[in-house]
Every structure is written in C-alpha cells, then in structure tokens.
C-alpha cells in the first residue's frame, strides 16, 4: 500500500462509520531537513505513517507520494511523541555524545526481520513522516482508524507494512 492510498482509505472509514470528523493531513516531515522543528500536529490526537525518504525527493504531498508505507502509528494526544519515541536515544548510554549513526538505537535496529537497507536508513535518519490530525467527539477514533488502516494494509499486500509488529 502506497502513501498516496491512505486518504481515500481514511475518508472511506469514516463514510462508513457515519462519524463527524476534521481531519488534517500535514505536508513531509524528514528527521534530517527539519531539526530543531517540532512534529507536524505533534500535540494533537491523530495518525502517524513513516515512509522511506530518498534524499533529495523526499518532499512530496501525501496525496501523490508513491511511496510504500513502513509503519502506521496512531496517537491519543501526543502524535510528536509517538513519532519521536520509535527513534530512540540520540546519544550513547552514560555520554552526552551524540550517536553514530544519529538514531542508532531505534526500535528496530535489532529487529531480523526488517531488512537491512531500512535499518540503515531509519539509523540515518532518512524516512519522512505524515501525520494526520483526528478532530472528534467520538472517542477512541485514532486507535479504530489506525486498525482499519492496517487492516486494509494487509489486505492490499498480504501483510503489516515492514516496521509493524502486530494489529
């Protein structure tokens, strides 16, 4: 399942569901092109997705990114949080020395499963990020949202997008 795809999944859901709901898509954040700039939506309810980030074409709108999909978050109130805490510490144990590769300590650097490339790339920092801002008074719709998707993702690919572990 590509970037572009979770739009119309997500206006889909909540046809069906018959929820009143604003949803706001933000533009790519990249871990390396916005240090020191906090997380689109970072204090909001929503869902997150990382994607891979090819260097300098890293830019692209959600609506026409072609891009697979490596991971589908979701979060009730802190979607920066969320997004930040996959990454893992940015300095060595006991030291205020920053890390090499920067994020060398990520949730997935140990992982067999995830194929190398990805674990280098997610280490260096090249993966770009869209957060979608949930506004609702039903509660619970980030984390229903975020099952439907990966629901979804599994029936479009045969399986959870790479960096995914369980429903």
């Known amino acids: 399942m590509k970037v572009k795809d979770i739009r119309s999944h ?30 689109p939506f ?15 074409n890293w830019n692209i709108p959600i609506e026409s990114c072609q891009r697979d999909i490596w991971y589908i978050g979701k979060s009730e109130g802190d979607l920066g949080g969320r997004v930040w805490k996959h990454m893992g510490l940015i ?12 994020f060398k300590y990520n949730d997935w650097h140990s992982d067999a499963d995830v194929p190398a490339d990805i674990k280098r790339q997610i280490a260096d920092g090249e993966l ?7 506004v609702s008074e039903k509660t619970l719709l980030a ?8 629901s979804i993702h599994v029936r479009v690919t045969g ?9």
Do not use: M
């Open 10 to 39: 997500i206006e889909n859901f909540i046809k069906i569901q018959g929820i009143e709901a604003n949803v706001q898509y933000s533009k790519p954040w990249h871990f390396n092109f916005h240090k020191g700039e906090k997380v």
């Open 91 to 102: 300095y060595e144990p006991n030291s205020r020395e920053v890390c090499t590769p920067r």
């Open 143 to 150: 984390l229903a949202l975020e099952k439907y998707l990966l």
């Open 128 to 134: 770009v990020v869209y957060t979608i801002k949930l």
């Open 159 to 167: 399986r959870l997008p790479v960096l995914n572990k369980d429903l």
């Open 42 to 56: 970072g204090d909001c309810t929503g869902i997150y997705l990382y994607a891979e980030a090819l260097s300098d």
